[in-house]
C-alpha cells in the first residue's frame, strides 16, 4: 500500500526564491487538476512546494514551467531631444538600417530584419535590456534579457509586437531597465508579475517611483526618460572632470577612418555607442553635435544646485 503525504505549504514567499533548470525528475506519482489548483506530487522524494501563475503545488523533483508576462513603457531621453512627432522617439537608427539584427546586450539575441520593416508610433528605435531583480536583496539579478523598444515605449519581444514573456517564478520583482548609452532605472517597490495578467511598468510616469533620486530626467511635457549621455561603459554621465563623457566622442569623431584632415565637425554615421541623441550620426562639435546635450544635462539635473560643469550624474541602481 501506497502512503502519499501532502504538505501543502502556501507562502508568498516561495516559488522565486531559486532559479532551477527546466528539468523534470518525476520517479513516480501523478497530478491532479481541480479547478485552477494543480497538485504534483512524487514518492519517497524531498519535499519542494512551488507556486505557478493559476496556483500550483507541487512536490518532489518537479520544476513547472514558470514564466510572466510584462510591458514596460520607458523613454530614452536621446531621441526625444528634437521629435519630430509630439509623444514619440526618433527611430532614426531604424529608418537608416543602422539597428544590428544581434543584440549589443551580453546574450547576443538575434531578431529577424523584417522587424524593423514597422513604421509608426510602433516602430523599432533600439534595443533595451530588462532585469528582474529580488525582492528582498536588490543586488540579485533573477532574470535578464534582450528586448525591443517602440517609438511610443512599449517594451516588446524580440518579434517587435508581442508582450514580453520572461521565464522567471511569479512573484514580486524590481523591474531593471537599461540601454547602451543612457543610464539605467529600477522600480523603487517589488512590482508583482505573474503569467495570468500581463503587468504594465511605466517608467514614463512621473508618479512612478524608481529607486535613488532623480533616476531619470524629467521633459518639459512632464514624462520621465532615462538619462542620455553616459558613452564611456561607467555609471555615470560627467561632461568634464575625473571621468568625462565628451573626449570619448571627440576621440571617436578623430579616430574614425574616413576623417582623413581630424576635424572635430566631422561626422560619424551609423550605430554608435557616442551617438547620445540617436540620430545615426556621431558629431563632437558643428551642425548637430552630440557633446552639448550632456553639458545641458549635467546644468539641468536637480542635483547640481551650483551648476558645475563637473557635476557627475550618477546611474541609480542598488550596485552603486
Ligand atoms: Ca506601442
Ligand atoms: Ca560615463
Ligand atoms: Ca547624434
Not at 507556486?51 to 520607458?74: A, C, L, W, Y
Not at 525591443?148 to 520583482?173: I, K
Not at 563623457?245 to 581630424?262: H, Q, T
Amino acid at each position: 500500500m501506497k502512503y502519499l503525504k501532502f504538505i501543502v505549504l502556501l507562502c508568498s514567499s516561495i516559488g522565486f526564491s531559486q532559479i532551477l533548470e527546466r528539468s523534470s525528475l518525476d520517479s513516480g506519482g501523478a497530478s491532479s487538476t481541480v479547478s485552477n489548483l494543480q497538485l504534483i506530487y512524487s514518492i519517497g522524494e524531498t519535499n519542494i512546494q512551488e507556486r505557478s501563475g493559476s496556483f500550483q503545488v507541487s512536490e518532489g523533483f518537479i520544476t513547472p514551467n514558470f514564466k510572466i508576462k510584462i510591458s514596460p513603457i520607458v523613454f530614452l531621453q536621446g531621441p526625444l531631444v528634437n521629435p519630430s512627432s509630439a509623444g514619440l522617439m526618433n527611430d532614426a537608427l531604424r529608418s537608416n538600417n543602422y539597428i544590428p539584427t544581434t543584440s549589443p546586450y551580453a546574450d547576443n539575441a538575434t531578431v529577424d530584419a523584417s522587424v524593423f520593416t514597422v513604421t509608426g508610433s510602433n516602430a523599432i528605435v533600439d534595443w533595451v535590456w530588462i532585469e528582474l531583480r529580488q525582492e528582498n536583496d536588490t543586488l540579485k539579478i533573477v532574470t535578464s534579457r534582450s528586448a525591443l523598444l517602440q517609438r511610443d515605449g512599449d517594451v516588446v519581444a524580440l518579434d517587435g509586437s508581442s508582450t514580453l514573456v520572461l521565464n522567471v517564478a511569479p512573484g514580486n520583482h524590481h523591474v531593471v531597465m537599461k540601454h547602451r548609452n543612457h543610464l539605467s532605472v529600477m522600480s523603487a517597490n517589488p512590482i508583482t508579475l505573474s503569467e495570468a495578467t500581463t503587468t504594465i511598468v511605466n517608467f514614463t510616469d512621473s508618479m512612478f517611483s524608481t529607486f535613488g533620486s532623480n533616476a531619470q530626467v524629467q521633459l518639459a511635457n512632464n514624462v520621465m526618460a532615462l538619462w542620455t549621455g553616459n558613452v564611456n561603459g561607467d555609471d555615470i554621465i560627467q561632461y568634464s572632470g575625473t571621468n568625462p563623457d565628451v573626449p570619448s566622442i571627440l576621440s571617436e569623431v578623430l579616430n574614425d577612418s574616413g576623417n582623413f584632415l581630424n576635424f572635430p565637425t566631422y561626422v560619424v554615421n551609423g550605430y554608435n555607442i557616442h551617438d547620445i541623441n540617436m540620430d545615426g550620426k556621431t558629431q563632437y562639435t558643428g551642425t548637430e553635435p552630440d557633446s552639448p546635450l550632456i553639458l545641458q544635462n549635467i546644468l539641468a539635473h536637480p542635483g547640481n544646485f551650483l551648476n558645475f560643469s563637473t557635476y557627475q550624474i550618477q546611474e541609480q541602481l542598488p550596485e552603486n
